[in-house]
């Protein structure tokens, strides 16, 4: 979604502002814009690329040391320059960036506009820049403070005065905002990635809280003038994991890293001697959590087919009740919350607005409220009880691989926590561990496969339409193959429990409506044959994903994909695997831009 990139210092500020942007494209944009004070102060947009943007820049070359750049995913109005950001007021001194929606700009417009200001852009967020000039009477802190007090909604922004041209403001209500100072220059930025290259201690601001970034220097106080002190913290990131290296895209090379991940996920958080799983994060809550009646599970997207997966294994493993819901369904509903309800919240970026709000709604409502988050220090993190990371790295391609697979694995630890805490037996607990230690070598042995599967992306994908069918396990990761179809490689699939099939899916099969079945040789496998066998019956073209070893399909299918045999409750990790690469390879020879499909935003920071 939404990024924004604010820098005051000696060097010149567009480059800095332009290679920050770049870090914060795969969030998932389209259009872009900057601002640079000098003399006259410079003012750039664009729709599309940054690099069409930089492009502009570059031949502008325009000086100055202070600026602030945003890239727009459109909210309020359509990618056009007028509606890219930065916004000014009527007098051009205040610039503006935002992320977020302002909800009532309606009210606020009509009231600024009865007073005489112009607006020149379809946005929300110009009739803050408006605000703050109705407040301005030479104090540009005050008068940022005020306009806020006044704003319902979310915000991340960065704003400029001319007449204050040694500061930048931020701020933010429910869209990050990180601070990054080193001698003589500050910094702040909506994504740590656009900070990484230039410091390795940053400090999150929090709800309703403006800093005030000056040269080697920042503040911070409340929107209620209230000063704050916060410690900067170490960045957790690699500088590695901005590149794709090797790979032509980081969709593959994170498909590639899954191995690596789901050891850094594991590692120190099994002990085998006792059969259970050791997690840090969760000591603080463990008498709550063996006291637990009742689990509940929020998420969004791919965090949500992880959250359906968990249902499975929270049952199978331990003796909760377990629901798995849309936050965004979620967060609307009236909820029966007891003192023995458990709420998980799922979440790679930690960001996203439905789960964010979704866990607030349980927390007031008396539950204990955990985070699965990926992203160390994100908000979600911060507003947990208590929680676990899934240490999958940062994922840079817009859709979800290596955290979904780190999620599996440390939903299938917590269940083992909670289940032997429970009835479930040592030898059961050991059984797991074992499955879970040889993940990551299987998981190389279906990468190495990678050639095989792009053959058949090339087989298949001219198809208009596509089917995805499982069953228990496999039933999210059919829903999860064909999101990752349609959202990389816009082929339009539908994911089903196989069981469903009858029910109204079998109505579209034909010669061109191919099915991808997921049938590994598992408790459910004799029921998915059948409907395998169903779908032959009408025609429908079939590929197969099962155990390697098992010749009972061959003649049966068109296409068949291996995995190597693993426990029915961790088949997932593995069977997942073939389906990325599969859409992977779909969006490649469609000519779609895998990392950063159209429409699609990495973080979904609004409702
Ligand atoms: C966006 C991303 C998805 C992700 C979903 C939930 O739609 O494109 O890949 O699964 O948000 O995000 P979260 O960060 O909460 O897991």
Known sequence: ????????????????????????????????????????????????????????????????????????????????????????????????????????????????????????????????????????????????????????????????????????????????????????????????????RHTDRVVYLEDNEVAKLERGQFSIATLEKRAVRREARAIEMDAESLDCGAFPHFMLKEIFEQPEAVENALRGRVNPSEAVSKLGGLESVRERLEQARHLIIISCGTSFYAGLYARYVFEALTDLTVETELASEFRYRKLNIRQNTVVLAISQSGETLDTLAALREARRKGALVLGLVNVVGSTISRETHAGIYSHAGMEIGVA????????????????????????????????????????????????????RIRELAAKYSKAEHFLYIGRKYQYPIALEGALKLKEVAYIHAEGYAAGEMKHGPIALIDPAFPTMALAPEDGSYDKIVSNIQEIRAREGKIVALTTAGNTRLAGLVDDLIEIPRTKDILSPLLSVIPLQLFAYHCAVLRGCDVDKPRNLAKSVTVE
């Open 1 to 196: 979604m939404c990024g924004i990139v604010a820098y005051i210092g000696d060097k010149p500020a567009r480059e800095i502002l332009i290679e920050g942007l770049k870090r914060l494209e795969y969030r998932g944009y389209d259009s872009s814009g900057i601002a640079i004070l000098n003399e006259s102060s410079y003012i750039a947009k664009a729709v599309g690329k940054v690099a069409v943007l930089e492009g502009r820049v570059r031949s502008d070359h325009p000086e100055g040391v202070v600026g602030i750049a945003h890239t727009r995913w459109a909210t309020h109005g359509r990618p056009t320059e007028a509606n890219a950001h930065p916004h000014c007021d009527c007098s051009g001194r205040i610039l503006l960036v935002h992320n977020g929606i302002i909800e009532n700009y309606q009210t606020l417009k009509r009231r600024l506009e009865s007073q005489g200001h112009q607006f020149r852009s379809e946005t929300d967020t110009e009739a803050l820049a408006h605000l703050i000039e109705s407040h301005y009477e030479g104090d540009f802190e005050s008068a940022v403070q005020k306009a806020l007090l006044q704003v319902q909604g979310t915000f991340g922004i960065a704003a400029l005065h001319r007449a204050h041209p040694n500061e930048i403001f931020v701020a933010r209500r429910g869209s990050p905002i990180i601070l990054g100072v080193r001698d003589g220059e500050a910094l702040a930025a909506s994504d740590v990635a656009a900070l990484a």
């Open 400 to 451: 979800s691989t290596k955290s979904f697979t780190t999620q599996i694995t440390v939903l299938a630890l917590m269940a083992l926590l909670m289940g032997r805490s429970r009835d479930l037996s040592y030898e059961e607990g050991l059984a797991l561990i074992h499955g879970l230690e040889e993940i990551p070598s299987q998981m190389r042995q279906v990468l190495a496969q990678n050639e």
